[in-house]
């Protein structure tokens, strides 16, 4: 779904969705969705739906008071980089690059950071699947120097 909504939003003005839009299969007939020609553009809630799936691929929760940026990116094979720029997490920045591999493991670099900010990777904090040798190590990874 994700892709879809990322590949939709490549055919409207700066990548804006509009409140609605009609999907159905793909072919060569239908290779892009339909438009309602009284939709409003932008709208907040198809706006932030970008943001929703980017939180999630990346695993990005940051928590401002005590300065930390929690990351578990998770690229799927279509999306194989993003860098987020000057991302702001309380007074601090960070731009940071993840990258998946040609095995489909993902991870990160940090290519610029101001202020006293801790980058960790850790499942979500909300994860049901992850267990304390996983948080520990990802944690103990993300303390050696390099990140």
Known sequence: MSKALFEASAIFDYYRLPEVFSGHPRDDYYPFPALYPKTNWPQAWSASAMFSLLQAT??????????????DPHLPEW???ITLED???????VS??????????SDYRILDQRG????????????????????????????????
């Open 87 to 93: 991302l702001r997490i309380g007074d601090s920045a």
């Open 58 to 71: 990346l695993g990005i929760y940051p928590y401002a008071p005590l300065n930390v940026l929690i990351v």
């Open 116 to 147: 006293p900010l801790h980058v960790l990777r850790q499942p979500s904090p909300w994860s049901l699947t992850a267990d304390f040798g996983e948080r520990l190590k990802d944690t103990l990874m993300s303390l050696t120097p390099g990140r």
């Open 79 to 81: 999306l194989p980089e």
């Open 96 to 105: 940071i690059c993840f990258q998946r591999d040609k095995h489909g493991k």
